[in-house]
């Protein structure tokens, strides 16, 4: 009896080792993680991605939403550069027009610290190594450059250089490239004037608070095109060949969508549809002369 019981708890014990060996070797599902990827199958076909709302995608942007890059402050409406860009993403995600939702995020709550509630973000912001300690971003989907937009009247007006900015009163957006190409790029006598939102810097240009303001280049030409006509584009400050600026969509840090995303703009840049958009909303941004 006793060797009976012995040759069964030996029988069973080398059993639950197999079990247990069996068991440690066994697939195991993969975790989404924050690298980017979608998931342990890589799809990013709509209806399997992990969005805010199931079935549904949500992009944020700031409101007032300014032209060019939307249209009659309502980005839902497809028009204006940013708006069409966002419906064409989805569009590449697998989501129809009627299955996105926009949401009201503030520009620089966008790519501020902490949990998003889109599932990314759309509003003219730059991609930087600082940023990117915060949120993630996708491919750029459009380059940029920064403009001088000054009164006719102003003595920045007669701006032909960096060095020429040096003792004027500048202005701009907090939070944004902008304001660091003063800082960084110009370096200023007089410290520059800050605003919350460009609208606000606008109105300083049109009062004399300011002798200008920098903006991005499609914004400068539509500010004095339709906005301040008494204003004129000064110039463009000279980017980098090797690694242009760039708009990028925003995601949360811990995001899974991120490479779907990329993937989606990086095919609208391949097949010509970025281009497309750019030409259709974008056309007025022309050439302007470079400050060196």
Request: glycine share 8%.
């Amino acid at each position: 009896m006793p060797l009976v019981s012995r040759s069964l708890v030996t029988a069973a014990c080398s059993a639950l080792a197999l079990c247990a060996a069996l068991t440690g070797c066994a697939p195991q599902a993969e975790e989404k993680g924050a690298s980017g990827e979608a998931g342990a199958s890589g799809s990013c076909t709509s209806g399997t991605l992990p969005t805010e709302v199931p079935g549904k995608l949500t992009v944020g942007t700031d409101k007032p939403a300014y032209a060019p890059w939307f249209a009659d402050d309502e980005p839902s409406n497809g028009k204006g550069f940013e708006s069409a860009v966002a419906y064409a993403v989805a569009e590449e995600l697998g989501y129809a027009r009627d299955a996105v939702l926009w949401q009201h995020t503030p520009f620089n709550s966008a790519f501020a610290p902490g949990a998003k509630k889109f599932d990314f973000d759309i509003n003219q912001v730059s991609i930087s190594e600082e940023r990117k300690r915060a949120v993630a971003f996708s491919s750029g989907y459009y380059d940029v450059r920064q403009a001088v937009v000054a009164l006719a009247s102003s003595k920045a007006a007669r701006a032909r250089s960096v060095a020429d900015l040096k003792d004027v009163k500048l202005g701009a957006q907090v939070g944004t490239t902008s304001l660091d190409f003063i800082e960084d790029l110009v370096k200023p006598a007089e410290r520059p004037a800050v605003y919350q939102r460009n609208d606000f810097a606008k109105t300083a240009l049109k009062t004399g608070q300011v002798d200008a303001i920098v903006v991005d280049l499609p914004t400068a030409f539509y500010i004095t095109g339709a906005e301040v006509p008494e204003a004129e584009v000064v110039g463009q400050f000279p980017g980098s060949a090797a690694k242009p600026e760039q708009f990028g969509l925003v995601l949360d840090k811990q995001s899974t969508l991120v490479s779907c995303v990329s993937g989606a703009v990086d095919a609208l840049r391949k097949d010509g549809t970025l281009a497309a958009l750019e030409k259709k909303w974008l056309s007025d941004a022309v050439d302007a002369p470079v400050l060196k």
